[in-house]
Each structure stands twice: as C-alpha cells, then as structure tokens.
C-alpha cells in the first residue's frame, strides 16, 4: 500500500511539475512572437488607416462623378428638406411629386428628426428637370405640439435655368398663429 | 444720366441677387453636411465638406474642427492632429457642437492635453445639459489623468450631483484616490456620493457596481475586509461584474474565517457563468483550497480530482478549437451578427460573440480592447472591400451607359424636326396675323363673318340677283319680273338684318379665339425653345465622362487589391492573437491543473505520514 502511494505521489509531482517547464520554455517563444505579431499589428493598422483614407478620396470622387452622371449641372436639381425650430411640428414623412412625377417620398428617424431640429438641411434628392417652368407639389405628414396628426400642403411653381436650381422645402414655425407652415425657396 | 442710373441700379440688384443666393446654397450645403455628420453618415459628410472647403471665414475652420473630429471617427487621428494644429496656429471660430465632438474623440484616444484644448473652447451656454455634462466628465477626468487633482475636484463639485457623468468622473477621480494611496474619510464620503447620486437606469446601475468592485478590490488588498464584504453585499447579481464580485467576496469571507460563507458565492458562480472565466477557474480551486482549511481533507481531495478532470476536459476542448482556428469561422460569424453596417469608430459594435462552443472560449478575448480594436478594423477591411467591389462593378455600368447616351445622341435627328416645327410655327403665326386682319375688316363688311349657313344663303342670293338680271335683259311681256325683284330685295334686306345683329357677338367670338390661339402659338414657342436648349445641354451627359469614369475605375480596382491582401493580413494577425490568446489560456489551465494535481498530491503525502505515525486511514481515506 505504502509503495502504492509513494508511486502515485511521484508520478504526480512529476506531471505537476513537467508542464510548468515545458510552458517557460515556450513563454520565450511566444514572447518573440508577440513581440513580432505587435509590430506587425502597427504596420497592418498603418496600412488599414491609408486605405480608409484612401477610400475616402476615392469616394469623394466617386460621388462627384455619379452626381455628374446621373444629372448633369445643365438639368440637375436638388430638393432640400430643413425644420425651423420644429416647436410646433415634428415631420413623420415627407411627400413630394414635380410636375406630377418623380414622386420623392421619405419617412423620418428620430435621430433625423433630431438632425434637423439641430440645424440640419437634409438633401431629399437630386432631380433631372428640363428647362422651363415645374409644378412641385409636397405633402409633410406629422404631429402638431398638442400631439395630432397634421398635414402640411404646398403647391408652388419653380423654374429651370442652365445652372443647377436649389429648392428648399422649409417648416416654419409661425409663433404668431401658434402652428407651423411649409415654405419653399428657390436658388 | 437718369438713363445710367437705371442701369447701375439693375446691376447692383443682380449682383445682389446673386450674392444672397450663392450664400443660400451655401447654407444648404453646410446644413447637408451637419445632416450626414449627425445621422452618422461620415462618407457623405466627407464629400460635402469637399465642396464646403471652397468657402472662406468661419465656415472653412468650422469645417476644419468638423473634419478633423470625422477623421478621428473613422480612425484617421493623425491626419485629424495635424488639421487640429493649424487651427490652433491660425485661431478658430467654430461652433461649442464641433469643439465638443473634436474633444471627444481626442478624450477616446487618450490624448488628454488636446482633449482639455478642445473642451476650452466650448461656450456652456450653446450646449444641451447632456451634452455638457460629457464635456464636463471628459474635462475632470483629463484632469484626473493629466493628475490634477484639485482641479478635477473643483470641476466634480461643480457638476450636477445625481447625472451618469458625474457618476463617471467620480469613478475615475476614486481610482485616482487608490492609485494615490489616499484613504480616510474623505475617501470613503467620495464612494458613498458616488454611489448614492446616481440615475436609476442600467447604466447607472452597472456603474454603481463598478464602484462597489473597485473599493471592495481596494480593501480587500489594504486588509480591510469588512469594508470590502459591505461594498461587494451591494451588488447586484446579475450585473457585467457579479463573477468578480461573487469570487471577491468569497475570498473576504476566507481572510476573515468564514469557510462555509465563501464557498456559497463560489458554488453560484460555478453554476451561472462562462467556465473558462478566470474568475470561476480560481474559485474551482478555492472550494478544495477552503474545504481544506476547514480540515474537510477526503472532501478536498474528491473535489480537487474532480476540478483536475474537468481542467483537464476544458484543455482538450481548447487544444481542439485552437488547432482548427484557421478554418473556423467564428471571426466571420462575427461580423455577420452585426446590425451596423458603417465602418469606423462611430460604428456600433456588438462585441458578444455568436453563441457557440468556441466562442465561449473566446469570449474572454473579446473583452481585450486591442483584441475588439483589431476585429473591428478587419470588418472595416471587409465593408470597405465589399463597398469597392459594388463601386467596381458600377462604374463598369457606368461605362456602358455612357457609351450607350453618346451612341443615342449621336444618332438622334434631332435639328430636322426642330426645323419642321420653327416652320409650322412661323405658318401658325402668318395664319393668326391674317385671321386678325380679317376681324379688322369685319368692321367695315356688311356680309362680315358669315357661318356656313349664312354663306350659302349669300351664294343663294348672289346667284338669284344674276338670274334676276338676267331675266330682266330678256324682258317678256307675259314676265312679270319686278315681284321677284322686289321679293329678292326683301329677303336680301331682312338676311341683312339679321347678320348686322349677330355681327357684335360673332367679332367677339372671334377675337376670343384668336387670343387663346395666340396664346397656344406662343406656348408652343417656349417648347420649341426649350426644346433646343435641352437638345443643346444633353452632350453634358456623357461628354468626357468616360474618360472620368475609367481613371476612376483603375484607382478603384487598385484600392480593392490593397483593401483584399490588408483583410487577409488582417485575418492571419487575428488567428495568430486568438491562438496566443488560447495558448495563455491553455497554460493558465496547466497552472491550475498543476496546482490541484500538487494538492492532491499533498493531501495523499499528509495521509501517508498520518498512516506512518499512526498505523491507520480515516474512513474517508480508506475509500
């Protein structure tokens, strides 16, 4: 019995003790290695970073030159999209057709809602229009201060030139009349 | 003079005009840019910024604060440093929104000097008190860091006592207070305000615990172990830190004697967490180790082979996983699971691992900042590989269209019809004069403007006053010709009546149609000019645009070759990470297997020389 023992004690100590050495032996290899994996990480970050800068060109240009594709300065028109103040409306969505086509529609975030409140212009989206005179219709769907549904209507005429035409959709707040109104601008 | 006048007054309101509108457009390009900055749509804001840069004034170095805080989003800081000291070299006058969000992103980096730069440069008044309230977090904590204490201190007292941010900057200013061995009261009123002055959200809740882990951590090491055993008793249990609180507090229960106490807290976090968490490979020891103290020998033997076994177990699964790492595809499983699809900083990451066994193991590696930091950057390759693909194949499109618009307009007749309809224009306009002219005599016509009927009837008299006369050169006696003439005479006179009645409405019937005729002509005038000027804009569209399109395409098919080779870089630097991960993972395991293979040893070499001195085994040691 007593041998018993003494052979299971020391076959153990000698696995306890057996991987302790053979991981010190390697913790030396793998502290070069992660010293080398370190440095390769920095170059390969280096090397990520330019291609995000690089990408980032490129789409610069890739968005000019789709913008150019898709609708010359010639006929190119933007629909613009912007809240003031937005006390008295909070938009849900947005309808718009030009000359009874190219119907625009758009359904709003609370993060864009937020967006817009802060002073940003949303870019609805850039249209073909042919020289002359259009007819923009636009619907803005939401809620009044007192939380009811409202719809806010505009019908109003723009015209084309050969340079590009800006035209903003803006809700205003009226604080006169308590209630908001669409208006458009022209540029 | 008067004459010069005019014209000078035309020309400035045209150049008025024109000013006020190029400023406008501006407005709305800039309101763009904020729209996709805020949305967090950072490509676009890039490409509005562009266009914005043309601009002078404080647009340009709001610009300048906005661009360098979207470079240091999308992870290009260097760039965004040197943007950052030029306008610190030439002044600024940007918005307290754009300081804000440049010093965010330098507080994230850990640049705390520029942080502190940035946040200087914000107006409190133009903030939103959430938003301040970071700016005032960021500016205690740089502080903190910087190791300004008082500073800190004054800016914490300061701020508003129940906000997260509060909570957050006394967090840090309390870790300031343990690294710089500070104790007393002081220290233990800062714990109980940070604890206490907080929101009742997760948040909130999550960082109660942080706070309770750190101090209970701090005491247990400065041997105060009734304040650590009251700090980890107000945690919650089922928070990001119980499995570190649930072993601390075993252990504070050990360092003050209580061994059935500490092994509870121990059995739970054996039964409700990640086996491979640190924290439960120490409390499957600790239970022997205790059981031990506590002189229950056969117990800690049992318990320390059966804790061997499954070290044992959790090592074979780990040398398994880590040998086919390579093929595994739990990194793109990974990249699957995520909701956003935006590359960059800003991105929201899910760091939760796909449930499986082998992330199970890798869990733990998710928790490594540098570790996320570098998966992240390999699912930015990924998107950014994926983005240059779909633009390659566009602009491949792209380029057959542009072929098939100048195939179009090339070969559209165009001028002819043009010219046919100047010609039937000019007809239709000859046509309306002559039509004019004609309501013009009508004044002086009897007959004027007959309708069909009227104008048979004329024919019809015309033609019976020929017969009369006729008849009246023949002159028979039996004929008596003067009853027709005076019959002819009588119709003639009441048809001319009746004519001159209807004149009036009929020259206005007529003139109404003339002018809407005019008016139609000049409408078809306008399509036919506007006709022209599309015909003469439509080159635009294609003119030159291949060209564009192919320098284009050869830099976009470059950029996806590095973009492919840096993912599978990327990849290979993971694998190697994870393997070194599940290396130090498996030596950990091997320590702990040693140890409790040592301690059965032990226990084994005590009952030995207890048989030796005595001459028996206790029942348990008989078994």
């Known amino acids: 019995m007593r041998i018993t023992y003494l052979l299971l004690l020391s076959l153990m100590s000698s696995i306890g003790f057996a991987e302790p050495v053979q991981i010190s032996g390697e913790a030396l290899e793998n502290k070069a290695s992660a010293n080398k994996a370190k440095a390769q990480t920095s170059q390969l970050s280096t090397k990520a970073t330019s291609i995000k800068q690089s990408v980032l060109e490129l789409n610069r240009d890739l968005y000019q030159l789709e913008e150019e594709l898709l609708s010359p300065a010639t006929t190119r028109a933007a629909v613009y999209f912007s809240l003031s103040y937005g006390e008295f409306f909070e938009p849900y969505s947005i309808n718009i057709t030009v000359d009874d086509k190219q119907p625009i529609q758009y359904l709003y975030t609370k993060r864009q809602v937020s967006a817009l409140r802060q002073g940003a212009v949303q870019p609805l989206r850039n249209l073909n229009l042919g020289p002359g005179v259009h007819t923009i219709k636009a619907i803005a769907k939401g809620i009044d201060n007192n939380g009811k549904n409202r719809e806010l209507v505009l019908e109003e005429s723009v015209e084309k030139h050969d340079q590009p035409l800006y035209i903003e959709l803006k809700i205003q707040d009226n604080k006169e009349i308590q209630s908001a109104e669409l208006l458009i601008s022209q540029w | ?623």
């Open chain 2, 1 to 623: 003079m008067n004459f010069l006048l005019t014209v000078l007054l035309i020309f400035s309101t045209n150049l008025v005009y024109a000013q006020n509108s190029e400023r406008e457009v501006l407005r709305l390009k800039k309101g763009e840019y904020y729209y996709h900055y805020l949305t967090g749509d950072f490509p676009s804001a890039m490409n509005q910024l562009k266009q914005w840069r043309s601009s002078e004034g404080a647009i340009a170095d709001e610009a300048d604060v906005m661009e360098a805080a979207m470079l240091l989003s999308l992870g290009l800081h260097q760039k965004a440093h040197s943007i950052f000291i030029e306008i610190q070299q030439k002044g600024n006058d940007a918005s307290s929104q754009a300081w804000l969000y440049l010093a965010r992103r330098w507080f994230e980096l850990g640049e705390y000097s520029s942080a502190l730069d940035s946040i200087e440069n914000i107006n409190a008044l133009d903030l939103k008190s959430e938003m301040l309230g970071e700016a005032q977090f960021m500016k205690a904590a740089s502080y903190i860091a910087l190791g300004e204490h008082k500073k800190a201190q004054e800016m914490i007292t300061n701020m508003p006592r129940s906000s997260i941010w509060t909570g957050l900057a006394r967090h840090n200013f309390i870790l300031a207070m343990f690294a710089g061995n500070n104790s007393g009261q002081s220290l233990a009123l800062l714990i109980e305000d940070a604890t206490f002055y907080l929101p009742d959200t997760e948040e909130g809740r999550n960082l109660r615990d942080r706070i309770n882990l750190i101090s209970a951590l701090h005491f247990l090491q400065s041997g105060k172990n009734r304040s650590a055993e009251k700090h980890l008793k107000n945690m919650s249990l089922a928070g990001p830190y119980t499995p570190a609180a649930l072993l601390q507090y075993g252990w504070a229960k050990v360092e003050q004697g209580q061994f059935e106490e500490a092994l509870q807290p121990w059995r739970e976090l054996q039964t409700r967490f990640n086996r491979f968490d640190p924290e439960v490979m120490e409390s499957m020891l600790g239970v022997p180790h205790v059981l031990e103290l506590m002189n229950a020998n056969t117990q800690a033997l049992n318990i320390y082979e059966m804790t061997a076994k499954r070290l044992l177990s959790m090592k074979g699964l780990l040398l398994q996983i880590n040998n086919g790492l390579a093929e595994n595809s739990w990194l793109e499983d990974w990249v699957l699971t995520q909701s956003d699809q935006n590359w960059g900083w800003q991105a929201d990451i899910e760091t939760t691992l796909p449930f499986n066994d082998t992330s199970a193991v890798l869990q733990q590696l998710v928790s490594e900042k540098k570790i996320v930091n570098q998966m992240t950057e390999y699912r930015d390759l990924l998107i950014l590989t994926e983005y240059l693909t779909e633009k390659e194949e566009s602009l491949r499109l792209w380029i057959t269209l542009v072929d098939k618009r100048e195939q179009d307009s090339k070969t559209r007749v165009v001028l002819p019809v043009l010219e046919k309809a100047s010609k039937e224009l000019i007809q239709a306009k000859i046509t309306l004069v002559q039509m004019q002219g004609l309501l013009q005599q009508s004044n002086e016509d009897v007959f004027a403007l007959p309708s069909d009927r009227e104008d048979i009837k004329i024919n019809l008299l015309t033609r019976t006053a020929v017969s009369i006369e006729q008849l009246m050169k023949i002159n028979k006696a039996s004929r008596n010709v003067a009853v027709y003439q005076q019959r002819w005479a009588r119709v003639k006179g009441v048809f001319l009546w009746q004519m001159n009645a209807k004149k009036a409405s009929k020259q206005w019937e007529f003139k109404r149609q003339l002018v809407a005729m005019d008016r139609l002509i000049k409408k078809a005038d306008i399509q036919l000019l506007e006709t022209r000027l599309a015909n003469r804009w439509s080159p635009a569209s294609w003119q030159g645009m291949k060209a564009k399109v192919v320098t284009i395409l050869t830099k976009t098919r470059a950029l996806k070759k590095l973009a492919e080779q840096a993912t599978v870089e990327s990849k290979a630097a993971l694998v190697v990470d994870s393997k070194d991960f599940l290396n130090g993972l498996t030596h950990r395991i091997n320590d702990y297997l040693s140890q409790s293979r040592l301690s059965i040893a032990r226990l084994y070499d005590e009952a030995l020389q207890r048989y030796v001195a005595t001459g028996e085994l206790s029942d348990g040691e008989q078994q």
